[in-house]
């Protein structure tokens, strides 16, 4: 027994939710852009984003902690106006801490401090541990610079980017970086 088949390729008919077909799907994602467009943005709020809640806190709290690194760093120019600024922008006050540099960032590392202030050299073995703000200051040879400069508890991004901006806003050094 012979048989004559003729296969057909068979399309599928995609049907939108009104069961008119293909014809209607641009209409539709036009009519739904604007509810994705507003899950989408609403979900960037928390952007960027402290694991830790460290900006969140200070806004609560009031105040934030810092450390100097070394005694010239707090009475500096630049720390009186860097502090101011962040007030400005986080409504909270500094609260100082003492100690020393090395028990300084290692509180930064564990979260119990918000910012270390000091003179630090370009290349601290510290900066795969704790993020350095730009310097607010530089003394020193090329080749023996020391910069004055924040330093924050690695990835809390939000915090980060008040202190880089108040940096940057106050200082020249900072904006050039």
Not at 35 to 41: P, S, V, W
Not at 96 to 102: D, I, L, P, R
């Amino acid at each position: 027994m012979a048989y004559d088949q003729k296969l057909i390729p068979l399309k599928p008919k995609a049907l939108s939710p009104n069961g008119k077909g293909n014809e209607d799907n641009g209409a539709s994602i036009m009519r739904r852009l604007p509810i994705l467009l507003c899950i989408a943005l609403s979900a960037c709020n928390a952007l960027p984003r402290d694991p830790a809640d460290t900006s969140a806190r200070i806004e609560s709290t009031r105040y934030f902690t810092v450390g100097s690194v070394d005694p010239s760093a707090r009475d500096a120019p630049e720390t009186a106006r860097l502090l101011r600024q962040i007030e400005q922008r986080t409504g909270a006050r500094p609260l100082w801490t003492e100690g020393s540099g090395e028990t300084l960032l290692g509180q930064l590392d564990a979260g119990t401090l918000d910012l270390a202030i000091g003179r630090f050299a370009k290349t601290s073995p510290w900066q795969a541990e704790v993020a350095f703000g730009p310097a607010l200051s530089v003394s020193g040879k090329e080749g023996e610079r020391i910069e004055l400069k924040t330093a924050m508890r690695n990835g809390e991004n939000r915090w980060i980017m008040t202190v880089e901006r108040a940096s940057r806003a106050i200082s020249t050094e900072a904006r050039a970086q």
